[in-house]
């Protein structure tokens, strides 16, 4: 069995440091299980540089996007008591979004022509929808997703299916890999199947199942004292750092990334992917609906933009990695991860029995250091 270098380890915590006294970093948590035991959790830098409050063990950060996998795991709960089959189209249960067409650029505008087929359940899970981010991109379309604000909070989810409703689809269905607003759309729909609210879904089947106690859509009143902050401007811009208002109750509870999380809370749900779908004596899902979420859905389905890397694939919920080459990061064939845009990140490889997470409000340094993390961790392995 492997094991986690020592050296290798304070190497990891110094460079860390490091990053967080050069001013880069306000701070971080950083944890590392291998064989389903925690060998390395450290608190470093502060929680708040404003008010010089120090980061402590159970400061709760904006997870953003590594809400997705949670949000998955809901999905496939649903499937494995026959409420759900992933070749379900997703306008049976949102039937504002029926009759869906794709928006085809020309000359810097946009022609409609209609979908071969209507997106599935299927095609959420792997992003493969047709549906995009307004962020991710610039083109013709992406550009409709900007002016129409799909992000905003104030809005319920089925005002939210409505106001998507309105736009084109960026891609056929089915036809490329694109990072999107499929998870907004697929909590929206269990909403509907479930009869509840999305944060009631999750809180009544997974959180509370798992002892997730810190891990919603806001932070109560008498918790606000223990909120992660990102530095008012940004190390790099200088440019007003703007995140989600942790704080606040909102309206649309965005399946996509509107969570908020602590380090021991979300490394209850690693161990529950570690195991095979149990933890502590509760069993959520089948050993094998874990296996079967975390293997490449995309096959010769080619991936749109960059944010696929070299090497991977997409599952249900998560990147997976086919290839131990072509990455220009290390791991090993299986791996499976995923981030957020707060400066969040975890992954999981099973053939190291494996997995490590690193939580951070830095939006803007995320990528650096998420790539300095990965490299950090499987330099530590003996």
């Given amino acids: 069995m492997a ?25 971080a948590i950083v ?26 063990d159970d400061s709760i950060f904006r997870i953003y996007s590594m809400t997705k996998p949670l949000v998955s795991l809901a999905a496939l709960m649903l499937v494995e008591e026959g409420r759900l089959q992933l070749v379900d189209p997703i306008a049976k249960y949102l039937p504002a979004l029926s009759g869906l067409q794709v928006g085809v650029e020309e000359g810097g505008g946009v ?4 979908a071969r087929r209507q997106p599935t359940l299927h095609d959420l899970l792997r992003h493969t929808s047709g549906f995009t981010y307004g962020f991710t991109g610039d083109s013709a379309v992406q550009r409709q997703y900007q002016a129409a604000d799909l992000g905003q909070r104030s809005r319920s989810s089925t005002q939210f299916c409505e106001a998507l409703a309105k736009l084109p689809l960026a891609h056929q269905p089915g036809s490329c890999w694109q ?6 759309v697929l909590g929206a729909l269990l909403e509907v199947v479930a009869g509840q609210s999305l944060g009631t879904l999750l809180a009544e089947r997974i959180l509370a199942p798992l002892g997730m106690k810190d891990t919603g859509f806001a932070v109560p009143r008498e918790q606000w004292h223990r909120i992660a902050e990102p530095f008012a401007k940004d190390p790099d811009s200088g440019e007003a750092v703007v995140m989600m208002n942790a704080r606040e109750v909102p309206a649309f509870e965005s399946g996509g990334g509107g969570l908020v999380s602590t380090a021991g809370d979300y490394i209850r749900f690693l161990q529950l992917m570690r195991n095979g779908g149990s933890l502590a004596g509760t ?6 609906t874990i296996e079967w979420m975390t293997a490449d859905h ?3 389905i080619p991936a749109y933009g960059d944010l696929l890397m070299p090497g991977y694939g997409f599952g249900l919920g998560f990147s997976v990695r086919m290839q131990t080459g072509l990455a220009p990061l290390p791991g090993s064939v299986g791996q499976y991860f995923w981030s957020g845009v707060g400066g969040t990140l975890f992954f999981v490889d099973p053939a190291e029995d494996l997995f490590a997470l690193l939580l951070t409000q830095a939006p803007n340094q995320r990528i650096f250091f998420r790539h300095l993390f990965r490299h950090l961790v499987y330099a530590a392995l003996d």
């Fill in 283 to 288: 069993r959520l899902v089948s050993r094998k």
């Fill in 111 to 114: 022609r409609l022509e209609p």
């Fill in 3 to 27: 094991r986690l270098n020592a050296r290798a380890l304070a190497r990891l915590r110094a460079g860390m440091q490091a990053h967080i006294d050069q001013g880069r970093l306000p701070g």
């Fill in 31 to 56: 944890a590392i299980a291998l064989g389903g035991h925690v060998e390395l959790f450290d608190a470093l830098g502060q929680r708040d540089a404003a008010n010089n409050a120090p980061m402590q």
């Fill in 179 to 184: 990072y999107s607003h499929s998870t907004d």
């Fill in 298 to 300: 995309l096959g010769d």
